[in-house]
Every structure is written in structure tokens, then in C-alpha cells.
């Protein structure tokens, strides 16, 4: 099988540099080199032909597609189908079907057979008919390392929810071959099962490859919270978590009685098993959550009409930034009236705005002095960041700039920001363990997005707590970056006279010595993350009175090995015990004391996205030494940093690879 370590590393690395496009998430591919095809040659094209005619048929209601392209009785007929999963949506299964069609090539470039398999769709083709045939081979089975707490009565549930959920899919009226099926298996775990097969599966078919694939689970997956198995024909997954999209229930039917001898022998013919994780699946999750979002954000399009714009019509769209004049912006905030003044910062005040249309913003009015750029330095990096966009930022909308006056308006959430929440007792609870680690893959990704992604490097200077707002949704928003400093693509770190910026989230090269770089962000992030999952706040960076700040405290009980004391005491039970030890680690990772130390936040996505990075033994951070000794005898590393951010690229070295086993 030909399923290598660098492969899958460089296909993670792959999808990450694609800023937020890429969806979906790569499982397998495979194709024997025993029959090839001559490039340009009949086959060839037929193929092409076959995989564009899918790319445009994507988006057909069942989510299915079979084709055969070729001339009756030739030898040269490419016969294929695709299938995505049953719960995705057109937009999902047309990215992941698009996706797979290029992709397949790429990898497969002379293949005659040839499949690849994502977590939303598979693909696949042969130069041999394979159509309402249940083939099992080659299989890939693929399991969450983590055990579960009472595996016997656990195998038993799984076994019988199992069998509900593939008679269901085998006999699904709609024909789409699909089903999940949800049971408690304890009060607070729930057992989340998927079966599918490809709908040129006849009932009988259908039903004979899923049960083949559930006799599988005992094998792979004995007393692990999930697994899955995919064959070609069919695959099943169960998992302790909602994995799957909420879809229509089918309408119960009487089930035929499942086949005994669950436990029975197998051939084993290629076996693959990939120690898989939940953070993948979360972010996928993610993925298609902002999917979701920004679709309906791009279809609900944001309107400004009525609001006087000098560029012309009434309805803009979302990609231009607006010059609004200060009399629109004065009328929707009654005149900056105390009432409507949301809060304040190192920049300005920020008020609540209701524009003539109807719609809420949030002006920040920067204070006259805050800014000694120019005016005209000031419009156009108004106007450039008027243009980033990301699920995970908030949209600066507009901006004005009139005399003396400097604002920037953004989108407006009333659902406050995350240190309403993560700091407050009762609050607290609101946010599971679930929540908070998306909200940490969130926030990751909103600031990968600045660093790297945008087509600028931006350097956000202020991230805290309060800047996180959430939406309805409590998906993570980054707010404030207006101000962040834009950065020339080849400048790493730059010096600033005045330091803004929130004690407890400065980094010490940036506190004491105005150096920033993506490094000083990286440290904010790193006390973000230690608060999210301690509910404590980092109240100061050097405390005089000897108190204890966060980062110390989470410092000691990783060294002295009980990290489980730090965690918020309202997550015990929704916890992932090895999701919040990473956690923790990535958290002191990033508040390490040398910035050359520290990760990249695409490192960073990397280890919130997959287990299969090792990562690195945290150094002693920044602040505890400091604090803890309250001499000036720690700086030393604070000095040497001007070769330190040389770059922001994720190196092989920061993220090598372990825990994929290809067997
Ligand atoms: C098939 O792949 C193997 C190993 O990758 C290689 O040794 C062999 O030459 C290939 N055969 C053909 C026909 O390309
Ligand atoms: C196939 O066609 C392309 C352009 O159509 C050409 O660039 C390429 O060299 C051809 N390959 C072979 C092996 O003939
Ligand atoms: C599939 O796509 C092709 C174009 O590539 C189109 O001609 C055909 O009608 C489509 N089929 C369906 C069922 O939509
Ligand atoms: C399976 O389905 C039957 C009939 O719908 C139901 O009574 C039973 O509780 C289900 N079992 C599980 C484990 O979901
Ligand atoms: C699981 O338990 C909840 C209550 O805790 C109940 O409402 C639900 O119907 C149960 N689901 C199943 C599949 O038994
Ligand atoms: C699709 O598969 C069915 C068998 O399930 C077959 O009868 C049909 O001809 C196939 N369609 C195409 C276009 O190949």
C-alpha cells in the first residue's frame, strides 16, 4: 500500500497553506502501477473527460454520480463514480468532489485504477466495470486512539447500534443508501454511528459490505471511542461525538435481523490503520461550519444600502471598503453619546452604531494621538484591511477619515466577547471543553490568516481575551486588528517608540523593548490558550507581590507533572484529557521565553489539528523566572532576539511526524 509518512505530513502541510479553502480532509488514495495508461492516449482523454464531467455534476441532489466514458465495445472505456458523504452539503460534496478529481490525477497520473478518499466524498475509476459489485479491497480502517471507560458494555452498544444503523442505510427509501443513528451509552457519552454505501448498490449489496466492514470494527477498533472502516463500496464510523451534520431522520422501518458472528474470522488483504483523532475531525467540523457560515454570509450579502457612499450605488459589496462621512457615522452613533460606548482600548473608545439601513456596527473612534501615520498611510491601510477577510475576523467594514478624526467600523456582535465568559464562574459553564478548543482552533486560524495567509503579513499587537468576540454560534472572532501593523512581505520584526498592548499578553521583547514580530503575537496567544483552559486570567506579567501570574502557575504543575490541576474545574467531565494536555503544551510552548522558541501559529493549527505531530518539550516561559526572582538577571534572551524571528515558514524540524502506521 502506498501510503507513506511524507506523504500524509506533506498533504497536512498542503492543506494548510491553502488559506481556508480546502475544506476537506484528505484520508487515502491508491493505485497500483500493474496496468498503465499512454499519456495522451484514448484512455487519457476519456478519463479527463470523466473527471470534468463530475466536477459539473457535483452538485446533483443525491450527492452520487456514476459515468462511463468510452466507445461501446473499446477497450478504452473509463468507467467512475464518485460518492459524498450523505450528510454534506452541495457546496461541501462540489468542493470535496472538485478537489478529489484534481488531486487523483496528481497522484495517479498513469493509473488505469485509481481511488481517493477524503472525508466528505471518494473517487474512483477503473478501465474494468466494477458498477452494483461490492468490493472491499483495498480497505482502510482508521481509529481514535482513546479507550473508552466500560469497553465490553461499549462493543455491545456499538455492535447493536451498528446493526440498526446499516440496516437503515441498506434500506433507506430515498435510495441514498445513507443513515446515522445516535445512542446514550452512558448519561453524558452518546454513541454517534454512520453507514454508507454507493447507491449502485442494490439492498442486498449494500447490506452484505456493511456488515463486512462492522465485523471489522472489533478487530481495529476494540474499546476505542471511534472507528471507522471504508471500503471502496461502503464505509461505516462510530464516534463518541456529533461527526456528522444533522440530517433529516429517515423514517423508521422494521429492520431485518442482524447476522450473528460478529466476531468472526477475516482475510485480512490490505490493512491500513492510521492512529486517527478528534482535532482533525473538529476542524473539519470547523471547516464546514465557517463553510456554512460564510455561504450564508455571502448569500444573505451584507447590504449597506442607504448609506451615502461617493463611490456611487446604494448596495455594495462586501469585498470593497467604505468611506463612510463622519455626519452617517455621528447620526448612527447619537453622536458618539456616552450611552452607546461599548468600551475602550489602547487605541480609542468604541461605540455602538446603528446605521441608517437597520444594520448594528461598532465604530472605533480612535483617540487624535494614537496614530502619528499620515493621512494618507492611514486611508490606505484602512482600505487594505478593509479587504481581509476570514470566518475568524471580525470584517472591518468601513472607515472615516475627516480632519482630525481617525475611525474604523467594524461588525457589530452582541454576544460580547470571551472573557465574559471564560472568566466568570457561572459563565464559565457555557462553554464546554468541545466549544473552547474551537474557539481555540478559532482563534489559531483568524491569526495564521494574518500572519501568513492574507496576501499581507499583518501583526495583530493586542490579542486578549477581549478582542475574541462570538457570534450566535460562539465561533471565535478576532477583533482590534485595525491598528495591527502591516508588514512589507520581507520584514519579520519591527521596533515601535510606543508599546500598546495589555500587560499579561505582552511579550517580553515587546514590553520592554518594542520589538514585534509574529512571535510577540504568538505569545498572546499562548496566554490566551493557557486562560481558555484554566478560567484563570493572567492578571499581570510581573506582579511585585509575589503572587503567582498564570503562566508560572501552569509552568510549575507541568513540571511538577499535574497539568490536570490547572484545568477549569467546570470542564472536568466534557474534557478530552489528551486534547487539554495539548493544550497546555502548545500554551507553553508559545510562552516561551526565546521567540525563536516559540512555534508558528501554522505549527500551531498543525498540532490543534492532528496528533500525529510531537510535540516539543516546552522551555521555562518567559515571565516566571522574572517574576519569581524580581531581578533583571533573566533577560539575557530577550536581548539576542533580533536574529530570532527570522522567519515565518513551519520548518520540518518544529513538527516532525510520528504516529501514523502504515502497516
Ligand atoms: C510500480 O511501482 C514500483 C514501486 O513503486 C516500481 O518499482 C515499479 O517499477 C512500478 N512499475 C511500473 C510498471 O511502473
Ligand atoms: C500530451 O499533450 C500535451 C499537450 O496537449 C503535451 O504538452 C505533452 O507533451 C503530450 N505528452 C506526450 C507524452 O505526448
Ligand atoms: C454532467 O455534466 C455534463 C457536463 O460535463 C453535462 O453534459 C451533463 O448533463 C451532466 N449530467 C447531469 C445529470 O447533470
Ligand atoms: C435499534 O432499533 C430498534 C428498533 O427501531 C430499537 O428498539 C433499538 O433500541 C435500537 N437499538 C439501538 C442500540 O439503537
Ligand atoms: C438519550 O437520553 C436522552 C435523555 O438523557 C433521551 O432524551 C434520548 O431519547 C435518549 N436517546 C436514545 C437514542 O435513547
Ligand atoms: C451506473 O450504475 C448502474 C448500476 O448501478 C448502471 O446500470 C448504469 O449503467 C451506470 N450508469 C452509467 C452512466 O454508467
Redesign the pocket.
Known sequence: MNISKTFVFSFVLSLLSVTGEAAVTFLYYNCPNTTTFTPNGTYHHNLN?LL??????AT?DNGF?N?TVGDHGSTEIVYGLFLCRGDDTKDICQECVTTAAKEIVQRCPRENVALITYDECMLRYSNQYFFSSVQREPDLQLLNTQQVSEPGRFMDLLGKTMDNVTAQAANDPSGKRFATAEANFSSFQKLYTLAQCTQDLSVGSCTECLQAAVDYLPGCCNGKQGGRVIFPSCNVRYELYPFYRAVAPPPSMLLPSPSPGRKGKRQVSTVIIIAIVLPIVVSVMLFAIGICYLTRTRKGSLKYAGVPDKSGGNEITTSQPLQLDLATIETATNNFCADNKLGEGGYGKVYKGILPNGQEIAVKRLSITSSGQGAKEFKNEAATLAKLQHRNLVRLLGFCFEGEEKILIYEFFPNKSLDYFIFDSEKQRKLDWLRRYKIIEGIARGIQYLHEDSRLKVIHRDLKANNVLLDEEMNPKISDFGMARIFGVDQSQDKTDRVIGTFGYMAPEYAMHGQFSVKSDMYSFGVLVLEIISGRKNSSFCQTDGAEDLVSYVWNHWRNETPSEVLDPTLKGSCSTNEFLRCTQIGLLCVQEDPADRPTMATVVLMLSTYSVTLQAPQKPAFCSWTRSGQNNTLKGLESDQSASKSAQLSVDEASITGVYPR
Open positions: 473527460s470534468s464531467s463530475f466536477s459539473s455534476n446533483r454520480y459515468l
